[in-house]
């Protein structure tokens, strides 16, 4: 997927407006200083609530989901996860999270999921990172119940395969960890597998640490998403 989307110019909405309607009387004094103030610390905050909400279609695909991303290694030492692929729907169906999700997601006010996946350094695991939008913070909190809160993949997302590519045999079958983390508007959900291929009941004794890094490097995610930034007028990407 091209994930070179162009960067849309960010607008401040009617949070931000700098000339508030005057209601009829106002004298003509007043109605000059509140045509021309500047925008108060709560429509400021308000317009960074709205450009995180927006962030998951107005940033591009490459920046959601950089090429590399690093992880604390089981062993110790920092280490990269490189990304195989990105996904081109977005749609909060099937195709991205189990089918027992679902609904919980629409019902909370699903706006869409994208999804990529990523190899560890060693390229022995694979983790497919899911950032679901929500409405709104409490459509979040809501759609986290659906998920596996307990490292199982199960009821989660559903893997990204990429035929051709190390990815090419990350079927459902092979899911053997999962995650899920909320903050503001957006969940980010994990699933990891060997890039073998083999099933989860046919792994042996379960080695967790081994699909650790995935929370590490879905936190990284969610932080650039979730964390708002106060707009500033005098920034090319805002209009005031």
């Given amino acids: 997927m091209n994930s070179a989307r162009p960067w849309p110019t960010l607008v401040v909405a009617s949070a931000l407006t700098l000339f508030c309607a005057v209601t009829a009387g106002v004298a003509g004094s007043a109605a000059g200083t509140e045509l021309t103030r500047g925008p108060s610390t709560a429509e400021l905050r308000t317009a960074a609530a709205q450009e995180v909400a927006e962030r998951w ?16 290694a ?30 919980a997601l629409r019902a909370a006010g699903c706006k869409g999921v994208l999804r990529a996946t990523y190899v560890d350094a060693l390229r022995g695991v694979l983790v497919t990172i899911g950032v679901v939008a929500l409405r709104d913070e409490p459509g979040a909190v809501r759609a986290k119940s659906a998920f596996a809160g307990n490292g199982k993949p ?22 053997q960890s999962g995650s899920v983390r909320q903050a503001g508007p957006y969940l ?53």
């Fill in 57 to 72: 279609r107005a940033w591009p695909t490459g920046r959601i989901f950089p090429a590399t991303l690093p992880y604390s």
């Fill in 74 to 103: 089981e062993q110790g030492g920092r280490e990269r996860a490189h990304r195989v692929g990105i996904s081109p729907h977005s749609a909060c169906g099937a195709d991205a999270v189990d089918a027992k999700a679902v609904e």
């Fill in 154 to 175: 199960a009821p989660g997302l559903r893997p990204l395969a990429f035929t051709g590519t190390v990815s090419d045999r990350f079927t459902p079958a092979v899911r």
């Fill in 188 to 240: 980010v959900l994990t699933t990891a597998g060997q890039v073998d291929g083999r099933p989860a009941d046919a792994a042996g004794e379960p080695r967790p640490a081994i699909f650790a890094f995935a929370t590490d490097i879905a936190e990284r995610v969610l932080s650039e998403l979730s964390t708002p930034k106060m707009p500033d007028c005098a920034a090319r990407e805002w209009r005031c």
